[in-house]
Every structure is written in C-alpha cells, then in structure tokens.
C-alpha cells in the first residue's frame, strides 16, 4: 500500500533551521506532485511549498525566502528546507500527494527559546 511518511520535526529556537523529509514508499513512483502543509494550533491546515511537477517548486508568500521544498528521487523523499524560523512557524508539517491523494501522519514543529 502506498504511504507516506513525515520525519525531523522537533524544538528549535527562533532563527534555527529544521528540514523535514517526506518519504514515499517505493509503490508510489515518482514524487513530482508533492506538497507541504502546515497547521498551526488551534486553525485550519494551510499549504506551505509544492513540487509541481519535474523539478517546478511554489513556495506560499508566508514562507518565501525562508522555506524550500526539494526532493531525492533516488531515495523517494520530498524535503522541506526551513531557515531563519519563528514562533509562527510552529504546528504540524504533512506531506501529501496530491495527485494521488495520500496523506502522510505529520511531524510536529515548535519553535520556541
């Protein structure tokens, strides 16, 4: 069965840096329509960056300059790259196919000094 599978989340201080992987089992095949999502405490889940097919990438206004999204076909995993954090940078991070409509757990972020 096809999944997905968040993991490098954890507490960082403000200005830190954190990349979070997104791995696919092999069943999937390729990873070309990927995208981040975040949901912080207490509001809706709101997209993060997107892989748009073949090596395109959109990072949302909120996160641009700061956050990127990358992957490693090679070893099937999107990543998300996240520099220069805030405190509202916090909540969880998911990963989802969305051509195929599949959900990974999430990982847990907190920012916090």
């Known amino acids: 069965q096809a999944q997905l599978a968040e993991s490098g989340g954890g507490v960082v201080q403000p200005g830190g840096s954190l990349t979070l992987s997104c791995s696919a089992s092999?069943?999937?095949?390729?990873?070309?329509?990927v995208a981040w999502w975040r949901q912080a405490p207490g509001k809706e889940r709101e997209p993060v960056a997107r892989l748009t097919g073949g090596w395109y990438t959109e990072v949302e206004d909120s996160w641009k300059g700061r956050f990127s999204i990358s992957k490693d076909n090679a070893k099937n995993t999107v990543y998300l790259h996240m520099r220069s954090l805030k405190p509202d940078d916090t909540g969880v991070y998911s990963c989802?196919?969305?051509?195929?409509?599949?959900w990974g757990q999430g990982t847990q972020v907190t920012v916090s000094s």
């Open positions: 989802n196919d969305y051509r195929r409509g599949l």
């Open positions: 092999t069943t999937i095949g390729d990873l070309d329509y």
